[in-house]
């Protein structure tokens, strides 16, 4: 399976008055790390859009292992966990300078029309993305 | 001249690691302060961009006067500082819950079309609240 | 169980491009969730913070039923899912004004030194705190 | 006078239903600024903290000349405006990546002590910094 990496810096806008990054956050960084994914396999979200397809978020499971802190340098990885078709699952992992892994997460989406929400099937719309997302998902 | 007011309860994700709001968050709360006036006036912002048109930010002065931390309460204080058919400039003072004044502000505003992002004149496409805004502006 | 319930205007600040309230954001609802379930059971996390402890969220699960868009209101439904007096887990439904439910999530929380980041138990620290939450957890 | 140049990537959370960037997030984007020409005049903004010593800002002046969208990345110039010892204006322009003007801003910054909050003089405090930014200021 392929395993994107993507480097965000904290800001300092992202931190609380606990002194870490504040948790919600962490939901921003995944989709940096799709955006990247999606470019890496040669697509770019922002061409699906302009068709008037979106692809919103239908849930997000995170866990919180570490601390990140503003200065530091994390590295998102993501991949595709499963995808059938239709629905997408994403796998992240969130890891800080000294490699210790500070987030895991999934999330799944869907490919609607931007005007009804009505889903669309990405293997019949989008038969390149449906080969690459095939080939290079979680086997 | 109309003085609206906004309450605006400070949230545990609008501070940062300094103890207080981030600054670019009392920005946020402008625009709560600008919906409030709107709305006591008798519109819905809305409703206009229902009809196609936006009414985004040409520019901002904001200074900080004194911090404000997770449990407080604000209230944001919004009124037509300037209003010339075409243009508006909202003015703001923030207070705290001691009634220290903690930000004061200024904010230009145009009204746009959507697609092109093109001007138009509020007096003329929207006279009703052309007719409110003169009424209750800084005289 | 006891059911907490806060009402939240979407902000303007809060929607993206696709026309609708952007997912993370509601995550930081959900805190406005356990701020005002911790108020309604008598206590104030800003002044267990003034203690030195602070309640970082360990995993958050939230699933997305329908959008939810500029000009509504949301309330957030909050209750204690399940809490051993170490550990909390809060549960949430959110719903817009014609009582959809848009968003379903539950989040687990420890309560930490802030300076170490150990864990401490409610039960011993906080045994107010802890006779509320074994009364008015789900039972 | 010495200019420093900050990439950044528009994100997808940073948009709003308008479908462009969301204002208020520019003033991120001005801190992203200040942590590159900090860095890049040999210091690191997180040192300083570590001393118990904040930079709040005092004011900011923004103007929008032109929106920008997802997919799209600004470079953030950023440079000394004055400087005296105690008060430090930085000038920003963003640029898009047909070199159009994007956003111009000032932000005035203080260094207080971040238990009271008291101004301290930088001249005095943090020599090092003081003789780097009287060199690199705009003369």
């Known amino acids: 399976m392929f395993i994107s990496k993507k480097e965000v ?6 931190t609380d008055q606990m ?4 948790h919600a956050n ?3 960084w995944l989709e940096l790390g799709r ?3 999606v470019e890496d396999l040669g697509f770019r979200y922002a061409d699906m859009e302009k068709d008037g397809i979106v692809s919103p978020v239908m849930d997000v499971q995170i866990s919180y292992k570490k601390p990140m802190t503003y200065g530091e340098t994390a590295t998102v990885h993501t991949w595709i966990e499963k995808y059938n078709g239709v629905k997408t699952v994403y796998g992240y992992e969130i890891y ?3 490699n210790d892994l500070v987030v895991t997460a999934t ?3 869907a490919c ?5 929400f009505r889903p669309i099937s990405l293997k ?3 038969p390149e993305w449906h080969k690459v997302y095939e080939e290079n998902k979680k086997q």
Chains 1, 2, 3, 4 share one sequence.
């Open 107 to 109: 999330s799944t989406h």
């Open 124 to 126: 019949r719309e989008y």
């Open 112 to 116: 609607v029309r931007k005007d009804t």
């Open 26 to 28: 962490y939901i921003i």
């Open 96 to 98: 800080n300078e000294q």
């Open 9 to 14: 810096q904290v800001r300092y806008a992202e």
């Open 35 to 37: 955006t990247q994914i």
């Open 19 to 22: 002194g870490v990054v504040y």
